[in-house]
Structures are given as structure tokens and as C-alpha cells.
């Protein structure tokens, strides 16, 4: 059976961690994980999927420790290909899996935007010629979405190709026990408007406009599930605008809780970041079932049939306030069925693609 190594900066949280996660779950290959930091939640979930992670807890950019440690474990595991995920795993990744003789890699561009990578400008000095000599010790790029991989391509970067998330349907369905008890836990009245987000708390996703506009509708509340930087900053927003009316989980996963039980509590999902390149988040709230507010999201912009259930508004409260208001006076839905429309972005079929292009990079 094909060996494969995914090579990824951290799992704490993030949509190209659980994006990871998930799609673990379904490749054939026999897979195992190196995380450059110190693996978080996600990390959890993956080793309890049955996984092996290998936490390297790279210290800084520069330790090259960590490199000879990543050089040893692909020669040493006997992985017949390396699959890299985000900015430094496709720099260290790619050059280890070469100083180990394999030739065969594959890197995954999950957060190349319009202006930003990884939450960073994306034009610093050097990013892009350390982006572009990397890239040429692999096989071929896998583009999240359409966008991404015309960012690539404007980079100079031609080996390319689109395989858009996917998801477990299934697992984000809508489900009624789960939003009593989660309810119940937060201290939620059951009949409260509930305004959720769910994402890294970095400035460039822009949850203040989710607090601010949330703190203009009467009785709302805000539900913001993630970690990240920006939590102090959001939380003391919160305390002066809503007092009382925001609630933040941290990371969620692994325990009691998970992030379907959270979007099954949630009324209405909002999703100000301005410059996402798949949206997995809003993705995964209309699979249970949510309407959605977004600014930016790829994957919803390509899913026909959502209607009224799907609003993309620019990155400000006052259009994030009226698009809310809107999706509180929709008609009620049945939860429990999703659009059939999100068939597009199952899991297995994403899975199949991968499998496929790995097989395709190994006979060359």
C-alpha cells in the first residue's frame, strides 16, 4: 500500500486543519502526519481517527534541527510520497522529502488570497521567491478553489490543480438535542436569536464586524467559536457593545463538544473575513441547515440554490445588520435537509481526486 506523510505547520485550529482532518478519514493510502509545531485539538482528533502524528515542535524558522528531524522521519518511515499543507510545511516539507531521495510531492494551497497568505501580506520581501523556488522541487500544487489557483498562476506557478474541499455531510446535520444541551451549557434561553461564527480569531477575519453588528440587534446573541491573537481584543469589543451577550468557546473538538453541536445552536451564521479562499466554515453551517451571511466564500458562490438562505454582503456592520435582520424573518426549514445542492463538495468524492492525482505523480 502507497505510503504517504502529510507534512502541515500546526493543528491547533484553522480550516486547512480540519480540512486535513477530515479528509484523512477517506483517502485509501496508508497516511501518517508531521506537524512543524506542537499539535492542538486537531491534533487530538486526528491520533483518535487512529492516525500517527509526529509533533516535530519546531521552535522558530530557522531551526534546522527540526529539518534533519523531518529528513529522518521520511527516509526512516518509508513514506513513498510527501504531502504538504500551508506556507512553512511546503518549504520545509518539500526540501526534506528531496534530502530523503523522494521525489514525489504534492502541496495543498490552502490560504493564498487576494493580498494575504496565511493572514500575512502575501507581497513581504521574499515570500514569493522562497514560494516559487519551493514549488519547483515538487510534482504539483492542489488549488483549494478556482481563486486560488488563479493566485497561483499569477505567481508564475503553472502545475496546478483544482480540487475543491470537501466535507462530511452527514456529520454537520442539524441536530435538535445538541442545541438544548449546548444551549443549556452557554446559558442561552432557548428562544434567543443567536448569531454564530466559527474561524481563527486573527484581525484579517474580521470578527469585530460580526460583535458590532450583532450588538445593534435587539436581544441577539453572539457565538464565536475559535482561538487565535485576536480573542483579547474581540472579547473586550464584546464586554463594551453586548455585555453579557457574547459568548467565546475557544477551540472546540475532542471533547464534550463539537463544532456541529455549536452550528446546531446557532440561528444565523455569519462569516465577515473579507478575503477567504474556500470558506469552509460557511460551507459547513448551510449543511446544518443555517442561512448564511458571508463576505467572502468561494465555495458558497459556486453552490446554486441557496436562495435567500445565502447573503454576501461587504465587510462592514451596517450591511451585516440588515443582511441579519433578513435572515431572522426567513421562513422556517426543515434543518434536517440540507440543500442537495452541497453534494459538490463531499468528502469522498474529494478524496477520490487526491487518491487518483497521488497514483498520477507516482508513475511519472
Not at 31 to 50: F, S, W
Not at 55 to 71: F, G, I, K, Q, T
Not at 148 to 164: K, P, S
Not at 194 to 207: A, E, M, N, S, Y
Request: proline residues 5%.
Amino acid at each position: 500500500m502507497t505510503k504517504v506523510l502529510h507534512v502541515i505547520t500546526g493543528l491547533a485550529s484553522g480550516g486547512a486543519e480540519r480540512q486535513l482532518a477530515t479528509l484523512l478519514q477517506h483517502l485509501p493510502e496508508e497516511c501518517e502526519v508531521a506537524c512543524l509545531t506542537e499539535g492542538g485539538r486537531v491534533g487530538e482528533r486526528i491520533r483518535a481517527d487512529g492516525f500517527r502524528v509526529h509533533d516535530l515542535r519546531m521552535p522558530s524558522n530557522r531551526d534546522m534541527a527540526s529539518l534533519m528531524h523531518l529528513v529522518k522521519l521520511v527516509r526512516d518511515g518509508g513514506f513513498d510520497l510527501v504531502h504538504t499543507h500551508l506556507y512553512r510545511a511546503h518549504l520545509y516539507g518539500r526540501l526534506a522529502a528531496r534530502m530523503a531521495g523522494v521525489r514525489a510531492i504534492v502541496a495543498t494551497e490552502h490560504s493564498l488570497g487576494r493580498e494575504l497568505i496565511e493572514g500575512k501580506p502575501k507581497d513581504r520581501m521574499g515570500v514569493r521567491a522562497m514560494y516559487r523556488a519551493s514549488e519547483r522541487m515538487g510534482r504539483v500544487t492542489i488549488a483549494v478553489s478556482q481563486a486560488v489557483a488563479d493566485y497561483l498562476r499569477a505567481w508564475r506557478i503553472e502545475r496546478v490543480e483544482v480540487i475543491e474541499n470537501g466535507i462530511d455531510i452527514r456529520e454537520f446535520r442539524f441536530d435538535p438535542a445538541a442545541r438544548t444541551l449546548v444551549r443549556k451549557i452557554l446559558g442561552i434561553d432557548g428562544g434567543a436569536f443567536v448569531i454564530g461564527g466559527v474561524g481563527r480569531l486573527d484581525p484579517d477575519k474580521h470578527f469585530e464586524v460580526l460583535i458590532e453588528a450583532a450588538g445593534r440587534i435587539d436581544g441577539a446573541i453572539a457565538l464565536i467559536v475559535g482561538a487565535g491573537p485576536d480573542r483579547s481584543r474581540l472579547q473586550r469589543l464584546g464586554g463594551e457593545l453586548m455585555p453579557g451577550r457574547v459568548h467565546f468557546t475557544g477551540d472546540v473538538g475532542g471533547g464534550m463538544l463539537e463544532i456541529k453541536d455549536l452550528l446546531s445552536a446557532m440561528d444565523v451564521f455569519a462569516s465577515p473575513s473579507p478575503s477567504e479562499t474556500f470558506g469552509l466554515a460557511p460551507l459547513e453551517a448551510v449543511a446544518c441547515g443555517l442561512p448564511a451571511v458571508y463576505s467572502d466564500s468561494p465555495a458558497l458562490d459556486g453552490l446554486p440554490g441557496l436562495g435567500d438562505r445565502a447573503a454576501r454582503v461587504p465587510s462592514r456592520p451596517d450591511a451585516f445588520v440588515a443582511a441579519l435582520r433578513c435572515a431572522a424573518d426567513l421562513k422556517p426549514v426543515d434543518r434536517c435537509a440540507p440543500p442537495g445542492a452541497l453534494e459538490r463538495y463531499g468528502v469522498t468524492e474529494q478524496a477520490a481526486h487526491v487518491s487518483e492525482l497521488y497514483r498520477s505523480v507516482l508513475a511519472r
